[in-house]
């Protein structure tokens, strides 16, 4: 039996600890830059329709918010909930398929697995959600099965059931490997209610705390929710409520709400090293201004406040720590920029995108698909360097390349490409001694990808990783949807996996995700 909170808040446990490493960024939510044709075929070529038009269920490709139901509680149940059975994790011996695809692997090459789709999906295909790594696996949901494989071969550890379609994932785990997902109560994208929340342990594949939010009307409904975690605690993003909970125990922490005075109302929220709040304020009015807070997880106290130029929104964030937030003029939709923050709140530097010999798109022109603020590719952020990804000049599967502006003074400091015309975007910033950034070399015309490494002055990049030939078509088909790149191994998914109304099948249609190590 579900457990009603009578309370509203809980006061949250002193030591609360909430560092952890900067996650890298990656996918889109909504701003209002219109798509290009080019973005279009883009990710119709790469990744199928839906990945532009749906990624909640009953989200809308604007990120607009439906009215619902009248206020109402919110409920939780750490105990057992009535969906038990439902919810019965999938009985894995860890025989998933793993296809070998390293028969004819070349000298110098990578050796790599191929984790197959072995989940039943509906007829329109189902959404692949945020890559996340914990030691020796990494885990990912996908329609309503969160599943993790062993980093050495890719077979499957173990993989959690949830009674409907996930909605949202967070772009990172807690630093002990926990996780809390979104998803709705139904089997089916069309959902309009992602009001179930439950945490699973990334480590075991155990299952921890339920809880079901309730619809508040309209500023707070469930119709588009988001979660981001900061440390231990985890934020849950209704339309303009947002309300954070405690991993361990599902208790609320604290909630924010819309202002009745400033006429600002929340647009999203960060997780990672920090918890940054992006608010829209004084929407149609000539003040009209975007800002963003730095909050304490644990209490929800605001530490500090920047506030964009008027006439200017906050769309997206490219990171944490440092803060570096991608900018939008309301009336020009096509000019925008990038702002980095300082730990005051003030502006460190504004990066004018839109002028230069290069063109970049924001979110590497991926468009919104209704994720969160932090969902955006194309970029990686270092302490004090942007590191961008081009548009490509000759077509959309043409060569581009990564330009490194510094934080500082908002100018560039190099501009670095791959060789053989590839196509390349950042994945994550490289450390230890052997500083810079890393980026993949998409695998495309015949051509096998690439690990790179940049040093932080530029110049020929190192190839980490020569990716392995005879799964070429097969990451060529993913289009780099999803990437994640830890301890000298990398991984690509695709952004979704199209079922049989939409032609699924065979091997190619079926490849989940891609792995390569020395």
């Keep these: 039996m579900v457990n009603r909170e009578s309370e509203p808040v809980h006061q949250p446990v002193p030591g609360n600890p909430y560092v952890e490493p900067v996650p890298p960024t990656g996918s889109k939510r909504r701003f209002g830059v219109a798509l290009g044709a080019g973005a279009v075929a883009l990710i119709l070529i790469g990744v199928g329709f839906y990945a532009v038009t749906q990624r909640d269920g009953g989200g809308s490709g604007n990120g607009s918010r439906k009215p619902a139901a009248g206020p109402t509680r919110e409920s939780a149940d750490p105990d057992p909930d009535p969906d038990a059975d439902a919810e019965a994790d999938a ?19 990578a050796k790599a697995w191929l984790a197959m789709n072995d989940i039943k999906l509906p007829g329109k295909g189902a959404q692949l959600l945020d890559l996340w790594r914990v030691p020796g ?4 949901a996908e329609y309503n099965e969160v599943t993790g494989y062993r980093t050495a071969d890719g077979s499957k550890e173990w993989s959690v059931q949830l009674p409907g379609t996930v909605c949202d994932t967070p772009v990172n785990p807690t630093p002990d490997g926990k996780v809390v ?14 009001d179930q929340l439950r945490m699973i342990d990334l480590k075991t594949g155990e299952k921890g705390w339920h809880k079901e939010l309730v619809d508040g009307g309209f500023w707070d409904d469930t119709s ?50 920090r918890l940054l709040q992006v608010e829209s304020c004084q929407l149609g009015s000539p003040s009209t201004h975007g800002r963003l807070k730095k909050l304490d997880p644990r209490t929800g106290d605001v530490k500090w406040s920047y506030r964009t130029k008027k006439g200017w929104s906050i769309q997206k964030v490219y990171s944490v720590d440092p803060a ?7 009336e020009e939709m096509d000019k925008w920029a990038v702002v980095a923050v300082d730990d005051k709140g003030d502006q460190r530097s504004w990066i004018s995108v839109d002028k230069g010999p290069h063109a970049f798109a924001m979110c590497a022109g991926a468009g919104d698909s209704g994720e969160g603020v932090q969902n955006c590719p194309g970029a990686a952020v270092s302490a004090d360097t942007l590191y961008l990804a081009s548009e490509p000049k000759d077509g959309i599967l043409g060569p581009n390349k990564i330009v490194a502006f510094d934080l500082r003074t908002g100018k560039s400091k190099w501009t670095g490409s791959a060789e053989g015309g590839r196509q390349i975007t950042p994945v994550a910033v490289a450390g230890g001694d052997r500083p810079g950034v890393i980026a993949y070399a998409r695998a495309q015309d ?22 392995t030939s005879s799964a070429q078509s097969m990451e060529s088909g993913m289009f780099a949807g999803n990437t994640l790149y830890a301890d000298g191994r990398f991984f690509v ?19 989940r995700m891609l792995s390569f190590a020395r």
Excluded: W
């Design 91 to 109: 009985k894995d011996d860890g025989s998933a398929a793993v296809i070998d695809v390293n028969a004819g692997r070349k000298p110098g090459e």
């Design 137 to 140: 696996i990494v885990a990912q």
């Design 181 to 194: 997902v979104v998803y709705t109560k139904r089997k089916s994208e069309g959902n309009s209610q992602c």
């Design 224 to 273: 588009m929710t988001h979660v981001s975690i900061t440390g231990s605690t985890v934020m849950v993003d209704q339309s303009a409520t947002m309300r954070a909970y405690r991993i361990s125990d599902g208790k609320r922490l604290f909630t924010t709400g819309r202002e009745k005075k400033g006429g600002c109302s929340l647009d999203g929220v960060a997780g990672g090293s």
């Design 324 to 330: 570096v937030i991608a900018v939008q003029n309301r």
């Design 446 to 467: 015949g051509k096998n990808g690439q690990t790179l490494r940049f040093a932080p002055g530029g110049g020929k990049p190192d190839v980490l990783l020569r990716h």
């Design 493 to 511: 998914t695709p952004t979704r996996l199209d079922g049989k109304a939409h032609g699924g099948k065979g091997e190619e249609g079926s490849a």
